[in-house]
């Protein structure tokens, strides 16, 4: 007769933690790991903005919660997202295997799905990123950028005000949520023309005021175009701009050969082909 003390006792259910892309434009860019990820969870948080693809993941799982509630203007978005992250990792906690999806990549201009599978990590959860198509990559499509040609160079534009970067205009320049520019308080959902001014000034630095940028954005419906825009750098701050949009500097300056590297590396070439050691 087996005595009931020796024998294995089932594992508490242990709760685990998936962040997944969506993509930019809806269902056509969700990979199959993604979707795998939303179908075999028991709950999913979306950090979403748009109500319809939240109408359209509600298709795809029961018990879809949105998270776009906590917004509100006046109250920081880092309050928001500290909420976000305590509500997944309390269901987490009980057991449940969550699914958090977030537009385009998951870790992309994302600080919620960083720091809750930090969180959940540290407390011993198993916890995953997918990646997703993100506005970066719809953005080299849609304009023909290839970044490997002249380089690219990508702030957070507020960053670029507050701190001292080094710009290269030979490169292309990408500046996100430039609409927010200037905003420390971290509470606003838009910055007027005057913010934008700054940042113009500190780009005239580099780049002549009517040099052309390029406003862009990404289609979020099949139905749509992305949206792309070309104005004089001297008008940015005097036109419509929500947060969503990219602004995309192309390269002002021509690439200067650096002389005297390359001298050595012909002198190292010229060696490899004596058969001399380099």
Known sequence: MTNPETQPTKATPRGSLACVGLGMTLGSH???????????????????????????????????????????????????YRQWVELMMAEVRAGKRVCGV????????????????????????????????SAEDCL????GIDPGRFGCQHFEASQLLLFERRIDPTGYLVLWQVGLVGDRSLARFQTGPAYRQ?????????????????????????????????VALRDLPNIELPAEETVILPPAETLKPNLAIQARLAALDAQEKAGMPA
């Open 198 to 230: 700054v940042l113009v000034e500190l780009l005239s630095e580099h780049y002549p005021l009517d040099h052309e940028v390029i406003v862009y954005r990404a289609a979020t419906l099949p139905i749509q175009q992305p949206g792309i825009r070309r």
């Open 102 to 133: 977030f537009y385009g990549h998951p870790g992309i201009f994302a600080w919620a799905p960083h720091k809750v599978i930090e969180a959940a990590r540290a407390e011993g959860y198993a916890a995953h990123m997918e990646p997703g198509i």
């Open 30 to 80: 969700l990979t199959p790991l993604a979707r795998s990820h939303i179908a075999q969870a028991d709950v999913v948080f979306a950090g979403l903005s748009d109500g319809i693809v939240e109408m359209w993941l509600q298709r795809m799982h029961p018990d879809v919660r949105s998270l776009q509630s906590y917004y509100q203007e006046g109250k920081s978005r880092l309050t928001t």
């Open 140 to 143: 080299y499509a849609d304009l």
